[in-house]
């Protein structure tokens, strides 16, 4: 079950190696073993930047926001189409914010939010992160 904050750490996570595909491999079969299909999920990992470039979207994810409303993510009073999402990084964890409290994670924590209730935004830092965002896996029932 996930706490009423809406968001709980699954576990830590250890690539064999630092690159996208050896994470997005990895990552699925580790998420698998708990029982979360992430098969029919979008699993989108980021390499490190050194910078933000301050494009439109860059100006939302560094905003506390939802995923699934496009350009509506900033937005209060829209539920947003995801309802689910995982995220992972090596470095300082994607910021968190439930009920007007932020709540931290570690870096190889794997996150799963309720994004119906959770905000969330980019760390000020992003040099030398990878970052993982699966979008609508599917989780066992016990966990809802």
């Known amino acids: 079950m996930l706490p009423e ?9 250890y690539p ?3 690159d996208a595909t ?13 029982r979360i299909d992430p098969n029919v999920a979008q699993i989108a990992v980021r390499e490190p930047i ?17 995923d699934g409303l496009g350009k509506y993510a900033l937005d209060l009073h829209k539920v947003p189409t995801l309802k689910w999402m995982i995220l ?15 709540v931290h994670s570690e870096p190889y924590d ?9 905000w969330h935004r980019c760390p000020p ?7 993982v965002r699966i979008l609508a896996p599917i989780v066992p029932k016990a966990m809802v």
């Open 22 to 34: 050896t994470i997005a491999v990895e990552l699925r079969i580790w998420l698998l073993k708990l």
């Open 88 to 102: 992972w990084t090596n470095g300082t964890p994607t910021e968190l914010q439930c009920a007007g409290n932020v």
């Open 16 to 18: 064999s190696k630092l």
């Open 110 to 118: 794997v996150v799963i939010i309720d994004n119906h209730v959770v």
């Open 5 to 13: 904050c809406g968001f709980t750490v699954l576990g830590k996570f």
């Open 125 to 131: 830092c992003e040099v030398n992160r990878y970052f």
């Open 50 to 66: 050194d910078h933000i470039n301050l494009s439109t979207t860059d100006r939302v994810i560094t905003q506390w926001h939802r």
